[in-house]
């Protein structure tokens, strides 16, 4: 698995999206700190874009590596390894090429503003892990929908409608059934309901850091009452943990009876 | 050496392998022919667990293949359609399915025979479809197994290449390896093949010498015996 990995993600690092994607992070990072001034408020600001942004990349260099690869996935299907490893290494050599271009990408500029004598450091490095496990949700999520679907472009569709649903169009339903539903207690349902989608735990993740969840959104207050920071904290990592984990399995699973 | 056993495998409604039976004894070049999606790549595939048989058994050297892999250092598979990550040098490729591969490797005779040397810092995205093909032929020849599965081994070679390639697969034969060889080209079967193994809706239609064929169907030409065959599929 380890060689596959090394040669996976080997070939990305040379392709030239990977610096396309990492220039934009450190363009990123400077003009947010250029703009802001202020290493706290150029984070809060980052969150925004991670959340929605390392989705949408995880899912695009997903389905499209996978397609992409299709023969010579086939080529090492005939050598003597385990099928299993040789996704395993694919799914691992993308999302550590894609982590690699947001922490350079995104550390470099803040190290370089003075990222060591700031107080962020820590609100810094959980956006970073926060960003690490988008990328590898959304990687093996979109691996997923590409084993399942034989067809490039419908597979491509499905992958993008997929982060559609999760960034944007589950936070309308969401919101719309609290507004509907506002005579009764929600609080355990937005609980729930939060846990289901992985961008807005991410979300909430990063606020209850930021103590500043009263001011942005429902779901942050009553997280916040219900667990207090710490245990809160714990908690939504170790569904994140849970959101990489299962469709890991799922993965697995399905190549087990998968014709190429 | 390779037994299938009732062998079924169906993607959908269209059933591609119907019951097969098929025995393939050590040593020689075996062609397998048939109309387009008779189930030849299906049957290759599914002898390489590429394909998963909904019924039926794959032995090899009297194992069963089925959910296992390590018998794959054992076969040299040469693929359809060769496409490689586009980002690597030939070189690159060539070190990594040798990494890949616990087994002694010759490569260096087969890049000077097909004349790879210029092209082996050159990135894979921009080979010719026929250089792609030589390289695929290097990555399939340069391990010694004693099995070889070659699916279209032809496909965009120039003439020299196609003499090198053939005087390859009679070399390989001189030294007792099973060759199983699936083409459309007939004076190609015709020059190399030892048996014939005619598939035709999912099942053997027929298996024996090139002579057989043609005396079975009143042909001198392997071609048009072959046509009479699968004519026999429309009638």
Request: include cysteine; proline fraction near 3%.
């Amino acid at each position: 698995m380890l060689k596959i990995l090394k040669y996976s993600f080997y070939d990305l690092m040379r392709s030239r999206w990977s610096y396309v994607y990492f220039l934009f992070y450190l363009l990123l990072g400077f003009v947010l700190l250029f703009l802001n001034n202020d290493v706290n408020k150029a984070v809060i600001t980052l969150m925004n874009i991670i959340i929605v942004l390392t989705p949408l990349i995880g899912t695009i260099f997903g389905v499209m590596y996978y397609y992409n690869s299709k023969e010579f996935t086939e080529l090492l299907l005939a050598q003597p390894i385990n099928r299993s490893k040789i996704f395993m290494g694919q799914y691992l050599g993308i999302s550590i090429s894609l982590t690699l271009s947001l922490v350079l990408g995104l550390g470099i500029p803040f190290v370089l503003y003075g990222l060591f004598k700031s107080t962020a450091i820590f609100n810094f490095s959980l956006l970073l892990v926060v960003g690490t496990f988008l990328n590898f949700i959304f990687v093996a999520l979109s691996y997923n929908i590409a084993l399942s679907t034989e067809n490039k472009i419908k597979g491509f569709g499905y992958a993008i409608l997929m982060w559609l649903f999760l960034a944007v169009v589950y936070d309308g339903i969401f919101l719309i059934s609290l507004v509907m539903f506002n005579e009764y207690p929600l609080d355990k349902f937005s609980l729930v309901a939060t846990m289901f989608n992985p961008i807005d735990l991410s979300r909430i993740l990063i606020l209850l850091k930021l103590d500043i969840s009263a001011l942005l959104g429902y779901t942050g207050a009553v997280f916040r009452k219900f667990f207090g920071t710490n245990l809160g904290m714990l908690l939504s990592m170790l569904i994140l943990v849970f959101w990489v984990l299962i469709p890991i399995v799922r993965m697995n699973f399905k190549l087990r009876k998968k014709d190429f | 050496m390779i037994q299938f056993k009732n062998l079924h495998k169906r993607f959908g409604k269209l059933a591609v392998l119907d019951g097969l039976d098929l025995s393939i004894k050590k040593g020689g070049i075996f062609a397998i022919l048939g109309p387009n999606g008779s189930g030849k790549t299906t049957l290759i595939k599914c002898l390489l667990g590429m394909v998963i048989p909904q019924k039926g058994d794959i032995f090899y050297n009297d194992k069963s293949v089925l959910k296992k892999w390590s018998y794959r250092n054992e076969l040299n598979y040469l693929p359809q359609i060769a496409n490689f990550p586009p980002n690597l040098s030939v070189q690159e490729l060539i070190e990594m399915v040798k990494n890949l591969r616990p087994k002694e490797s010759n490569e260096q005779e087969l890049i000077d025979l097909f004349g790879l040397n210029d092209s082996l810092q050159k990135k894979l995205g921009n080979l010719s479809g026929g250089t792609k093909q030589k390289v695929n032929i290097v990555l399939t020849f340069m391990f010694d197994s004693n099995l070889i599965i070659l699916d279209e081994p032809t496909n965009g070679l120039d003439p020299i290449a196609l003499i090198h390639l053939k005087e390859l697969i009679k070399k390989e034969k001189e030294k007792g390896k099973t060759i199983l060889i699936t083409t459309h080209i007939m004076s190609f079967v015709n020059e190399v093949a030892d048996e014939i193994v005619f598939l035709l809706d999912g099942k053997i239609y027929f298996k024996g010498a090139i002579d057989e064929l043609k005396k079975q169907t009143n042909n001198d030409d392997l071609e048009h015996a072959i046509a009479n065959l699968i004519s026999k599929q429309y009638a």
